[in-house]
């Protein structure tokens, strides 16, 4: 049990779909991310929430929607995906003015785009 | 290129056996480095973080060094277990901003 739940631990949808990954944080944290797994590459840094403001959204196609309701909840709303979008999304999260870099992430959603 | 290079990309290691896994990183100025485990299908967690001033650090069977002056991090894994089947992902961080350079993990196989 990390302090970070996510759901679906795994996704499978059409490309014509719309669906979205939810993350939840008990850590009392104030910052969440969304990071992209893929085999064999390094983690990519999606989109980063301090606070609930969004304070970095990394080139990320227009796609991938995120939403941040509070500073406990993180969504990746997903439509119109394509098949190389099939990845592990990961959440984390962090508490601002701690050691950079302490990361606490979630078991992972598992995305699959047919 | 990647700021952060890991050695070997994957190794296959007898359970009882020791072994070390090698990051290379160029972040500069450099805060500090964090190494991670990440069982399959699982989220990564953190085994040791190592600032500046720090030339080794152990957790557990885990023992993690740094060079700053080479820019080189190990990690090494004594009297392996099964368990430790993963892979291992070396985080560095710079001064001054928050970002995070990631490499791509040292993917390690324990068998009986």
């Known amino acids: 049990e990390t302090g970070v739940t996510q759901t679906p631990r795994h996704l499978v949808m059409g490309m014509t779909n719309k669906k979205s990954l939810k993350c939840e944080q008990h850590?009392?944290?104030?910052?969440m991310y969304w990071y992209k797994q893929s085999a064999k590459k390094p983690l990519e840094l999606m989109f980063v929430?301090?606070?609930?403001?969004?304070?970095e959204n990394n080139s990320v196609p227009s796609r991938f929607s995120p939403e941040c309701p509070n500073s406990s909840h993180l969504f990746l709303h997903l439509h119109t995906l394509q098949p190389e979008d099939s990845a592990l999304y990961l959440c984390?999260?962090?508490?601002?003015?701690?050691?950079?870099?302490?990361?606490?992430f979630g078991e992972g959603s598992r995305l699959t785009v047919l | 290129k990647n700021q952060v290079e890991q050695s070997p990309q994957s190794l296959i290691i007898l359970e009882g056996k020791n072994c070390t896994l090698q990051?290379?990183?160029?972040?500069?100025?450099?805060?500090?480095l964090r190494w991670y485990k990440q069982d399959t299908g699982r989220g990564p967690v953190s085994l040791t973080i190592?600032?500046?001033?720090?030339n080794t650090k152990s957790n557990g069977r885990y023992t993690a060094t740094l060079d700053a002056d080479t820019k080189q991090s190990s990690l090494h894994i004594t009297a392996s277990q099964l368990s430790d089947s993963a892979s291992y992902i070396c985080?560095?961080?710079?001064?001054?901003?928050?970002?995070?350079?990631f490499g791509k993990g040292n993917q390690v196989v324990v068998i009986p």
């Open positions: 990051c290379n990183y160029t972040v500069s100025p450099f805060s500090n």
């Open positions: 985080v560095v961080s710079a001064q001054g901003n928050n970002r995070l350079a």
């Open positions: 984390a999260s962090s508490q601002e003015g701690q050691i950079v870099g302490e990361l606490f």
């Open positions: 929430y301090n606070f609930k403001e969004q304070t």
């Open positions: 190592m600032t500046f001033s720090e």
């Open positions: 850590l009392g944290h104030n910052a």
